[in-house]
């Protein structure tokens, strides 16, 4: 293992200590806006949501549309695929900020359309990443990875410990899975759905603001690409830096 490993070993310790951090008094003020918020929101809204959440993760597990034309990425240093995947995110962050601001100066009814087009490109993001790391997303526990870190990305504090106990257990964990469909019957789709949404309502709620929308909802979805791209970045750190410690203990 390289120095450059070596400092991410300290880097990911510092990250993993913020993400499984209790809530402070600000998070929780905000939880507490978050619930009014969606207290007046129509149920009819929150049922469409939940829709396109089910729909973009059911061709996720079970469809090719995301999967990259490119093969993974072999043979590549850590630190090199690391500036390939800023790269990325960059790209990424600029693709959702134009989608944000042309949605959010449309009102409310294309700033609701904004929500299940963000989690596509989040989606498509987190494939080109997989392969970035050298990860094929083919493989159907590849693509359930993906949403582990999604889930991971935009959970409650009191969820991100089980889950990121998962990911950094990875082979383990994906070997008990059950196949593909019986898998997908098994989703809560409702807890999936809310906790995404609590994550992000606060911002993207003021994208449905009149006049404001465009700059909020540029903003919005600006931030939410770097808090995923961030968290998954650090997710195929753990599982390659893992890696080579698993080839070393062989």
């Given amino acids: 293992m390289g120095t450059y490993e070596h400092r991410l070993q300290t880097e990911l310790k510092v990250w993993e200590h913020g993400l ?11 939880k507490r806006v978050q619930t009014k918020i969606n207290n007046v929101i129509p149920d009819k809204v929150h049922a469409a ?36 995947a800023k790269a990325l995110m960059g790209t990424y962050q600029k693709v959702a900020a134009v989608e944000g601001a042309g949605t959010g100066a449309g ?12 989690i596509a490109i989040k989606m498509k993001f987190l494939f080109e990443l997989a392969h970035l790391y050298g990860f094929n997303t ?17 959970s409650a504090p009191d969820q991100r410990g089980d889950l990121l ?29 809310r906790e995404y949404r609590d994550a992000i309502d606060f911002r993207k709620m003021l994208q449905l603001v009149p006049f404001i929308g465009a700059v909020v909802g540029a903003w919005a979805n600006y931030g939410l690409i770097e808090e995923l791209g961030v968290v998954a970045m650090n997710c195929y750190r753990l599982r390659l830096i893992e890696g080579q410690h698993a080839e070393k203990a062989d």
Wanted: glycine share 6%; hydrophobic share 45%; charged share 20%.
């Fill in 49 to 84: 949501i939940t829709s396109a959440v089910r729909g973009i993760v059911t061709s996720v597990l079970f469809g090719l549309d995301f999967v990259p034309k490119s093969t993974p990425h072999v043979g590549l240093p850590l630190e090199d695929r690391d500036v390939k």
């Fill in 107 to 118: 009102g409310i009814m294309l700033g609701l359309a904004d929500f299940p087009a963000l």
């Fill in 138 to 154: 083919k493989d159907f526990r590849e693509r359930l990875f993906l949403l582990y870190v999604f889930q991971l990305a935009f």
């Fill in 20 to 30: 499984l951090k209790p809530s402070g008094l600000i998070q929780n003020m905000s």
């Fill in 165 to 193: 106990a998962k990911i950094k257990n990875w082979e383990r964990v994906a070997a008990g899975f059950p196949p593909e469909q019986e898998y997908l019957q098994n989703v809560d789709w409702e807890q999936f759905q």
